[in-house]
């Protein structure tokens, strides 16, 4: 049986972000990535220098670890990244799932996988141009397509600056079906400086203004409640 | 045909708190309300000495204002106050709802009104014991019952210290089918004083960690965006 390559599991904590922010949650963060996106907030996860550092782990040790830190009590479990749809997490899910927890994944949309159907929550974050990173996306489609009977598909965008907000207009349009949450980026991602809380909330009032002022109201904007809390801090 | 009592209708600004935080809306804040909870943060919606201010509008005038703010594009109207449960919000939010808006109301869920069926979102809030008022748990339920036809009924608990958080466990357990969002309670509430963005941080961590050390995760942990964004300035 083929192993999983995972950069750290841990929780649970709330999910800081998007659809689903607020929620208690347990976080996999499986290692390897299709993309370097230049502000990418988990390099460790990402940029195959740290792969030595990523645990190889069956299936059944994932869950284990899983079960042993929410402590049994089901709840839904994040799988991030990187990107997690490298990897083969349907065995992981079918586990989870059996005895009541709920799965979301939150992926670029770069790779389909058949597992997307067993979701609850599928959260497709295609990268905005300031990622220095292009969607493909034929490649997304198919992730829109393998993703038939998950519980729920979001779009999160990330926005940098005004050409990102751009951007995320455009696709937006191409997407009126699918619920989109906005997230203003953070510059700063070094998990050993302290974030300053009234830089989250600037960086936020900003986008939220342009979203007033363009009368763009199915968007919701939503900032990053882990960075306020925690700065960028690892493993919360 | 009777007016509305209005104190204030804004927007459109993001939902800052609660199911739908993040989405634009206009708030329509009604003036009056049966409570007096000691740390309000909208007494100028509640305390009769400010009733010469609020405005004694028609249905079509209120209709109107959301109109002309929100530029025509339909969006969620968010009926607050005071207790928007004393008034007859029904002609409104049928009005609304021809041309495509969606309707939420927040209420602490003490008055049951026919008008919450046709509600897209209904929050309902009993006030913990640090608000110094008493929940009517059978006007509680009546409100419940009410809601049926409601797109979606959730609860909102609002928490300022551990007497309140015990408080809100043994609710939640009374009600284990309503989706549960717990708020942090903010004791500044003075719109003239700027909110320290660091205290609306500390204030989400300390409930954070609370809910995860009990491994509460059916209920999701929000703070109040508008807080961090303006404080506790009236009007956004």
Redesign the interface.
């Known amino acids: 049986m083929s192993k999983l390559r995972i950069a750290e599991i841990f929780g649970?904590?709330?999910q800081g972000e998007g659809a689903l922010?607020?929620?208690?949650t347990v976080f996999v963060r499986s290692g390897g990535c299709d993309y370097r996106c230049t502000w990418c907030d988990s390099m460790h996860a990402v940029d195959p220098v740290h792969r030595h550092e990523w645990a190889a782990m069956t299936t059944d040790a994932v869950w284990g670890e899983v079960s042993r830190l929410?402590?049994g009590?089901?709840?839904?479990v994040t799988l991030s990244g990187g990107n997690p749809a490298i990897q083969d997490f349907g065995p992981l899910i079918r586990r989870g799932k059996r005895v009541g927890y709920r799965f979301a994944c939150e992926t670029q949309g770069s790779l389909a996988k058949l597992w997307f159907s067993e979701l609850d929550t599928l959260v497709l974050s295609p990268k905005p141009p300031s990622s220095e990173e292009t969607v493909d996306w034929v490649a997304f489609d198919a992730c829109l397509e393998a993703a038939k009977g998950c519980g729920k598909v979001v779009m999160k965008i990330v926005i940098f600056d005004d050409l990102d907000y751009g951007w995320a207009r455009v696709v937006a349009e191409t997407y009126p079906d699918l619920p989109l949450?906005l997230q203003p980026g953070n510059p700063d991602v070094d998990p050993d400086v302290a974030v300053d809380?009234?830089q989250?909330?600037d960086r936020?009032?900003w986008l939220?203004g342009k979203?007033?002022e363009d009368?763009?109201?199915t968007?919701?904007?939503?900032?990053q409640?882990h960075v306020?809390?925690?700065g960028n801090k690892r493993g919360v």
Not at 21 to 24: N, R, V
Request: aromatic share 12%; net charge neutral; glycine share 8%.
């Open positions: 649970p904590t709330i922010i607020g929620e208690p929410s402590g009590g089901p709840l839904i949450f809380p009234q989250v909330a936020l009032e939220v979203v007033i009368r763009w109201y968007a919701r904007v939503l900032p409640l306020l809390l925690w």
